[in-house]
């Protein structure tokens, strides 16, 4: 069982107004759509289509979990969980450029939508793959999602039950969720399953959205000897 899962769950478990501007040839899918958006105070030119989530605008959810995100940690490898057509990628690329975002998605158009959308701005630090494509043993200093909350409960408490165990320790999540849709039973939820090193918090709640954060302990650098006797007295 990975980490980060009580031991009794079995299971493996800006406002943002987007304008549109253009619509390009269909490519593998609906068609394409170029949109400027404002991502943390960033005007950016993005690609959206049908059929990936909010290919119409910058999700409202989006927008309130970009405002109220805690700083990003400047290094290591950060993971934007279900990335769409990849706003949440981009934001947090182009605030910790020195940390390599990883971009994941089952839909494979939201995965070129993304990869396409960091080439364009230039964000050279942003890695786009399938679920299954990430080495099962990595692990993330901050973890920054949108959830598919519509996949149903079931499946959502397993997609967050085996991503949200790779926090590193001292690592941080910031989970957006919309409360008409269970945000305030997702965080009880999560409290009760997550193990006691994991930390859950509301850390924002705006427009009918939460933001909920998990934070994992540090590792204790000077633990505390459980059997403080000396090894010299033990071998006597
Ligand atoms: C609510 S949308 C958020 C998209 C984007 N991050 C945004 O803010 O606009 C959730 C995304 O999760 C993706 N998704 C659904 N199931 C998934 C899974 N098992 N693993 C990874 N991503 C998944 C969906 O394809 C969708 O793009």
Redesign the pocket.
């Known amino acids: 069982m990975a980490s980060g899962v009580r031991a009794r769950h079995s299971r493996p478990v800006s406002t943002g107004q987007s304008h549109y501007f253009d619509e390009r040839p269909p490519a593998g899918g609906g068609p394409e759509k170029v949109r400027r958006v404002e991502l943390q105070g960033r005007e950016v030119e993005v690609r959206t289509a049908a059929g990936?989530?909010?290919g119409d605008r910058?999700?409202p959810?989006?927008a309130v979990?970009l405002r109220h995100a805690g700083p990003l940690p400047d290094e290591g490898d950060l993971l934007?969980?279900?990335?769409?057509?990849?706003?949440?990628?981009l934001a947090m690329a182009a605030a910790s450029p020195r940390a390599t975002v990883w971009a994941?998605?089952?839909?494979a158009r939201?995965r070129e939508l993304t990869a396409a959308n960091a080439r364009d701005n230039g964000l050279t630090n942003v890695r786009v793959r399938?679920?299954d494509e990430l080495d099962a043993g990595a692990t993330f200093t901050a973890v920054w999602?949108?959830?598919?909350?519509?996949?149903g409960k079931d499946?959502l408490h397993?997609?967050l039950l085996?991503?949200l165990p790779r926090l590193a320790p001292g690592g941080h999540a910031e989970l957006?969720v919309q409360r008409n849709l269970g945000a305030d039973s997702l965080h009880r939820w999560l409290e009760e399953t997550l193990t006691e090193d994991l930390h859950v918090s509301r850390s924002a709640s705006s427009k009918g959205y939460r933001v909920l954060a998990v934070d994992r302990d540090p590792v204790d650098p000077d633990p505390v000897d459980p059997d403080p006797v000396d090894p010299a007295d033990r071998r006597a």
Do not use: E, H, M
Not at 80 to 89: E, F, K
Not at 145 to 151: A, F, T, V, W, Y
């Open positions: 990936v989530f909010s910058l999700d959810g989006t979990l934007d969980l279900g990335c769409g057509w990849g706003p949440i990628t994941v998605d089952v839909n939201a399938a679920p999602s949108n959830p598919p909350i519509r996949i499946a397993a997609l085996a991503w957006v």
